[in-house]
């Protein structure tokens, strides 16, 4: 959809010229089940954006409709808040009363969200459209806040209003993505770095078109694994506040008082934080052959150690290891199916693509889809 047609089913629903904000979606190379650890990621935001039409009223009311669900929801900012209704209008409806909690004078407005980000797809749609709708009704409003408050408020809306517990990778990288980088985040002090990441290569994202009924308890399961690590090696290492201040030699010194299960948890997520700081340096050195095997060893630890991964998802990163031009892969987001990201030479991503369709169809009976990503920059006004 181009912007002025998006401006032209605006004025179907609304009158006035609208400005049109918009926000990435994201994808994560390396740096999996660290967040929550304190550790380092490393999202890219791609080019599929969550797009939103605004314009302002006069009053305090807001009315958002999505194209997608073909539906209006309306809120007034000037009443007492309501509780979110496990509705997609929790997110971007959220992030306006958190805007509002925090001292920010929104004003009312009517807005279309245009999204082309797909859901669910461990791609976050939801962080697109929570940093699209807040960028936007801050700039309507004449409100200025910094991008770290931004992310952070529409985190909060997620954590709280939608009720969904998720780190703040997700919104960072929407506000502070960078066309043709990657960018490292230090998840316990918020620094990043941004890491140039080479033009013939693209990032594919295959999703598995599964998620398994499992993916939510067992997340948990690990959380509570990795405290449970935290709490015993803190016993013996007294500067131990999180994995984040562990090394994989620790975890081997203590094996056996943490226990099998426990163990192969902290072993993971302290050598994937390592994996990320080496995969930083070797997008330093435009080694995409020792960042690729990096999201190999990923994907290994994922599926033996940390156990998160699935027979649909090691499948398809089997399919991908021989092809031509591939350079890594490897299961992308909390697991028990879902997405892996592959980082594919451009002249190899058609093959790729067929290959791996086929491949998939051909081993699971069923159907991939698969979403040739480039990088982009974080959220902006586009119009
Ligand atoms: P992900 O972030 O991985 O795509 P989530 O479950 O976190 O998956 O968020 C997806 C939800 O966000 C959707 O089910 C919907 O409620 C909401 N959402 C995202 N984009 C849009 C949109 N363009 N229009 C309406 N709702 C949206
Ligand atoms: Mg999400």
């Not at 700039?139 to 408020?153: E, M």
Request: glycine letters at 8%.
């Amino acid at each position: 959809m181009t912007l002025e047609e998006l401006t032209a089913a605006f004025q179907k629903l609304y009158k006035g010229q609208p400005r049109i904000y918009r926000a990435p979606g994201r994808v994560n190379l390396i740096g999996e089940h660290t967040d929550y650890n304190e550790g380092f990621v490393m999202p890219a935001a791609i080019n599929f954006s969550t797009f939103v039409a605004i314009t302002k009223r006069d009053d305090q009311v807001l009315k958002i409709h999505s194209d997608i669900f073909k539906e209006e929801a309306e809120i007034d900012l000037a009443q007492d808040a309501t509780p979110g209704r496990k509705h997609w209008s929790d997110y971007p409806l959220g992030v306006a009363i958190k805007l509002k909690e925090a001292g920010h004078n929104i004003s009312g407005a009517n807005l279309l969200v245009h999204g082309e980000v797909p859901f669910g797809s461990g791609l976050s749609s939801s962080a697109a459209i929570e940093v699209s709708t807040g960028l936007a009704l801050l700039d309507i409003s004449g409100v200025k806040i910094d991008r770290l408050k931004l992310a952070k408020i529409c985190q909060k809306a997620e954590n709280e209003f939608v009720g969904a517990r998720t780190g703040l990778m997700d919104q960072f990288i929407a506000c502070f993505g960078k066309a043709d980088h990657a960018v490292m985040l230090d998840c316990r002090s918020l620094e990043s770095r941004a890491l140039p990441l080479p033009d013939d290569v693209k990032l594919v994202v295959c999703n598995t078109m599964v998620k398994h009924e499992l993916a939510s308890s067992e997340y948990n399961a690990r959380r509570e694994q990795c405290e449970e690590g935290v709490r015993i090696l803190s016993q013996h290492l007294p500067k131990v506040n999180s994995l984040r201040d562990v090394t994989p030699n620790d975890v081997e010194r203590f094996r056996a008082e943490l226990g099998e299960v426990v163990f192969k948890r902290c072993l993971h997520v302290t050598a994937e934080n390592y994996r990320v700081l080496k995969a930083a340096d070797a997008l330093r050195d435009r080694d995409l052959k020792t960042f690729g095997k990096l999201m190999y060893e990923s994907h290994q630890s994922l599926r033996d150690d940390y156990e998160v991964s699935y027979k649909e998802l090691d499948v398809m990163v089997d399919l991908a290891k021989p092809i031509e031009g591939v350079f890594g892969a490897r299961m992308t987001g909390g697991g028990f199916g879902g997405c892996t990201i592959n980082l594919v030479s451009v002249d190899a991503v058609d093959e790729f693509t067929q290959t791996i369709k086929n491949g998939y169809a051909e081993a699971t009976g069923k159907h991939a889809e698969v979403y040739v990503c480039s990088t982009a920059d974080g959220a902006e006004r586009v119009q």
